[in-house]
C-alpha cells in the first residue's frame, strides 16, 4: 500500500494545476546540450539531492532547468544511472499516476468557487433578513417605548397637576393690592 501523498507535493500540484502538464510533473531525467553547459530537467522531487550532488549547478529560470558545466557530463551520467537503480524514478511515477489530471483539479477548483459563491450569497441573504427583522422588531419595541413613556407622562402629569387659578382673577387681585398700598402712603 502506498503512503498518503505528502504535503508538499499536493500543495505544489495546486499551486501549478492550470497547466496541462506542470513543469516538475516529469519523471524522467533529460539532458541537452547548449554551448559549454550541460541543460539538465528532472523531476521536482530531485531538485535537492541534484543540488547536492551538483553544488555549482544553477536554475535557469528562462529555459526551467538545471544548468551545469560540460565537464561534468561523466558525472552527471553516473548520478543518473545512480538514481534510476536507486528506485526514485518509480516511486516520483507512482506519485504522478496519484495525482489527479490539470482538468480533473481545474474542474473541482471550479466547483469550490462557485460553492463559495454560492454560500457567500446565501449568508448574505440571511444577513439582510435577519437585519430587516430586526429592524422590524427594533421599531416596535421603539413604539412600545413611546407609548409607555407618554402613559407615564400622563399620570404623573394628572398627579401632580393642582388646579390653576385664573391668570386674570391674580392679575386683578395683584394689581389691586398694588395700589392700595400705593394710596396708603
Not at 150 to 163: E, G, M, S, V
Amino acid at each position: 500500500m502506498l503512503d498518503p501523498l505528502p504535503a508538499f507535493v499536493l500543495d505544489l500540484y495546486a499551486r501549478v494545476n492550470r497547466r496541462s502538464r506542470p513543469y516538475w510533473c516529469s519523471s524522467s531525467i533529460s539532458c541537452r546540450i547548449f554551448s559549454d553547459q550541460l541543460l539538465v530537467s528532472l523531476p521536482f522531487l530531485l531538485k535537492d539531492l541534484f543540488k547536492r550532488s551538483f553544488p555549482s549547478a544553477l536554475w535557469g529560470p528562462d529555459v526551467r532547468c538545471w544548468v551545469i558545466p560540460l565537464e561534468q557530463a561523466e558525472r552527471l551520467n553516473q548520478w543518473i544511472r545512480l538514481v534510476e537503480r536507486s528506485g526514485l524514478l518509480e516511486e516520483i511515477r507512482a506519485i504522478e499516476r496519484r495525482l489527479p489530471e490539470a482538468q480533473e483539479a481545474q474542474a473541482l477548483s471550479a466547483e469550490l468557487d462557485q460553492l463559495r459563491d454560492e454560500i457567500r450569497d446565501s449568508l448574505e441573504e440571511t444577513i439582510k433578513k435577519d437585519q430587516r427583522l430586526y429592524r422590524k422588531h427594533l421599531k416596535a419595541e421603539m413604539t412600545a417605548l413611546k407609548r409607555d413613556f407618554a402613559q407615564l407622562r400622563a399620570a404623573r402629569h394628572t398627579q401632580d397637576k393642582q388646579p390653576i387659578p385664573d391668570q386674570s382673577v391674580a392679575r386683578d387681585s395683584a394689581v389691586s393690592a398694588y395700589t392700595s398700598s400705593a394710596e396708603e402712603r
